[in-house]
């Protein structure tokens, strides 16, 4: 976009502005208006009351006639004001001689070091959290440009490469923090990037076998706007979603970010782009600041905690939760926030990482008509600062469609049928009430609708006359996504909230402790007869694997929603997995120190203590493994319950006892060796009658040289149930 085409006119209380409003509420030079073509763009300056349009606060905003605008709280503008500059010819600056071209370059390029990054001693700044106090540095050396990324916390990419140090020329996008740009935009002047995003939706598709989803949908959203999308079911509004926001790639089509296609891209704009889905993605047994805290040091992982602090009081603040910040998030079940608060600490994660983008599913389901205007009217603010927010929802009403800027409206098959002003769009489909537009939409085919809009006067505003704003696309080629390796900050960070989660969880974590002291008792009880020890020492590994089984069942599907939308943005699956294992292990030492305190002393069996229990903590650790592994596979906590006899029944039929190991049949013992349990009872009879009751080892068919071999045997099973868990969550990724 040339700016050449643009035309720039203040208004202020100072004479010299083009406009001038003598009014003590109006700041010397309070706002500007860009006028470009048929658009309209009002940008407050700074000034001491602020900007308003319908009654909202804004930094920049796209407007026309429509719309209510206020400088300060009390001076309403007159759009008459503005329009000799609408049809006035714009005053294109006088063109520089060749000579002054090259001065102007001289002056713009003298330096030959140029660094980028947060803070404001750099000679660019780029005021995002997601960019580095000291991010990159240009150099040049002779007559070409090197950018160098000076170990940043997110990287500096050149063409969607991570780079440490490359060559880069006027046509090569270098992207910082998420924000793409390039030598002229670097070289314009200019102190202080803004990083401005716009997001565009180029023909997009998506088709299951011969069904169409999303028809062939075009348009692009600017900063600034705050749009909805709506339709009836079955108009693949979440599909829509899903691929604008890079988690469903689209059968045709691709998603613009300024010139980056997204989908190429993918790395270079992590974090760039928030999601928070209709399901709440925070643990509730975590107080607010605390889910906050342990969300900024997992999305920012190589954030100072200092930095990370300031932030998460900053989205406290922002959101009206420093009153409930050390208040227990809670549910229905467990008293905590209200539910108005709880989703604005579900959108607090995602702001945690300023998000330029942010995608909402459903955000006010299930709220209140005042709670639901106030977030509503939340969003609308956060908009207003540059941002683009577009969110999915049923709540059609008019209040809402005046604090919403745009309208997306879907037909069924996936076909656009509005995008324009949210509160032009009920007089566009010609309804009294917003609720009435679902109607009109079942009174024509949708192909009737997709038509009439692209013949309308708002396809050609909205539509036709954006796409010269989107940059030409510069991706080069697939991204296949840089590589997540452990790290032990992360896991320290997952580790820390998940222990605090099950403290939080009494009543679980109680039930599940005290299975260990019953179950031992009751082997005390009934197991007393000396003759009876083996099949004691049976029961001792089987319950060693229900307790690590059902310990770990639930943990990975309980929380899905959150493991998604953090895997979204950096979570990596070893740190996650160990994480789990590390506090569920824990539990596992006490529920085999108990069985075994209790348990070996009442039978008098001769084993040691240390040997047994290291032995059912080994069987409980393979066991608890075996269990994410099932968390991981399934969609439900019910059927991760479910499938936990499943597992446990072969696991008591082939262990060695019911049916004697040494009659078993040759198709009977291969079956038994998938089971953990045959290999840790051989170990149990190995540990308590290697000594002096040698014959009854081999009476069941077991080996009494076998204990090395069982101990292999058992982390063999245990690396394996880690490594098909690893591979099941990554299987669930999104891209």
Not at 236 to 254: A, E, R
Not at 498 to 511: C, G, H, P
Request: hydrophobic share 40%; charged share 25%.
């Amino acid at each position: 976009m040339n700016n050449s085409e643009i035309r720039t006119v203040t208004l202020g209380r100072a004479s010299h502005n083009e406009i001038v409003i003598n009014n003590p509420g109006v700041s010397s030079k309070h706002a500007l208006f860009k006028i470009e073509k048929n658009r309209v763009i009002l940008e407050d300056v700074n000034s001491t009351n602020g900007t308003f349009v319908n009654e909202q606060k804004i930094t920049s905003i796209e407007i026309d006639q429509a719309d209510k605008i206020n400088f300060g709280k009390n001076y309403t503008f007159d759009w008459k004001m503005l329009e000799p500059f609408l049809t006035a010819p714009a005053i294109l600056p006088t063109p520089l001689t060749p000579s002054e071209e090259r001065l102007r370059t001289k002056v713009a390029l003298e330096k030959t070091k140029i660094n980028i990054g947060r803070s404001s001693d750099n000679d660019l700044v780029i005021n995002n959290i997601k960019v580095s106090r000291k991010h990159a540095r240009l150099e040049k050396v002779e007559d070409e440009w090197f950018v160098e990324d000076l170990k940043s916390s997110n990287g500096t990419f050149v063409n969607s490469k991570k780079i440490e140090r490359a060559k880069v020329t006027a046509s090569d996008v270098i992207t910082i923090g998420g924000i793409p740009l390039n030598l002229e935009r670097l070289f314009a002047g200019e102190k202080v990037i803004s990083g401005d995003l716009q997001i565009a939706a180029n023909d997009l598709t998506f088709r299951v076998s011969n069904k169409i989803i999303v028809d062939q949908i075009g348009l692009t959203i600017l900063p600034g706007e705050f749009v909805g999308l709506i339709g009836p079911s079955g108009a693949g509004k979440t599909t829509l979603m899903m691929m604008m926001n890079g988690v469903t790639k689209p059968s045709d089509g691709d998603v613009l970010i300024n010139s980056q296609s997204l989908y190429s891209n993918i790395d270079s704009f992590k974090g760039q782009i928030g999601y928070v889905p209709q399901d709440d993605i925070i643990h509730r047994e975590l107080k607010v600041k605390e889910s906050f805290n342990y969300t900024g040091k997992l999305r920012l992982d190589s954030t100072p905690d200092t930095e990370i602090s300031a932030q998460v009081e900053s989205v406290l603040d922002t959101l009206g939760l420093n009153d409930t910040k050390e208040t227990l998030i809670g549910s229905a079940e467990k008293k905590g926030i209200s539910g108005g608060q709880r989703k604005r600490v579900n959108l607090g994660q995602e702001l945690l990482t300023e998000p330029s983008i942010l995608f909402l599913d459903e955000p006010t389901s299930g709220l209140d008509p005042k709670t639901d205007l106030d977030v509503m009217n939340l969003l609308r603010g956060i908009a207003s600062k540059g941002k683009i927010i577009i969110l999915t929802t049923h709540n059609i009403t008019k209040e809402n469609f005046e604090i919403l800027t745009h309208l997306i409206v879907l037909s069924k098959g996936g076909k656009l049928a509005y995008f324009g002003k949210a509160n032009r769009a009920a007089e566009y489909f010609e309804a009294d009430q917003p609720y009435e537009i679902f109607e009109k939409l079942e009174t024509q085919d949708p192909d009737y609708w997709k038509n009439k809009f692209r013949q309308s006067p708002q396809y050609e505003i909205f539509v036709d006359n954006r796409k010269s704003t989107t940059f030409e696309n510069r991706g080069t080629g697939s991204s296949k996504g840089k590589k997540r390796s452990a790290g032990l900050k992360q896991f320290s960070t997952l580790t820390s909230r998940y222990f605090r989660v099950k403290l939080r969880d009494q009543v679980s974590t109680a039930i599940l402790l005290l299975q260990a002291p019953i179950i031992a008792l009751l082997i005390a009880l009934v197991f007393d007869a000396p003759e009876e020890r083996t099949a004691a020492l049976f029961i001792l590994v089987i319950a060693a694997i229900w307790l690590g089984c059902s310990n770990a069942a639930r943990e990975i599907v309980s929380e899905h929603s959150i493991y998604r939308r953090e895997r979204m943005v950096n979570l990596k699956i070893p740190s996650y997995i160990f994480s789990k294992i590390t506090v569920l292990l824990l539990l596992c030492v006490i529920q085999c120190g108990i069985l075994v305190g209790i348990a070996v002393p009442a039978l008098g069996m001769e084993v040691s203590f240390s040997a047994m229990f290291f032995l059912l903590l080994l069987t409980s650790l393979q066991s608890l493994l075996l269990g994410l592994l099932i968390s991981s596979l399934v969609n439900t906590t019910e059927a991760a319950m479910g499938l936990i006899p499943l597992v446990l029944i072969p696991q008591v039929i082939l262990g060695g006892l019911i049916t004697i190991f040494e009659y078993m049949s040759d198709f009977e013992k291969i079956l038994a060796a998938f089971n953990p349990s045959r290999w840790a009872f051989e170990a149990a009879t190995i540990l308590e009658f290697e000594e002096f009751e040698p014959q009854r080892i081999m009476s069941i068919g077991f080996d009494p040289d076998n204990l090395a071999v069982n101990i292999f045997v058992l982390l063999i099973f245990s690396t394996a149930f880690y490594l098909l868990t690893a591979y099941s969550l990554k299987r669930k990724d999104i891209r």
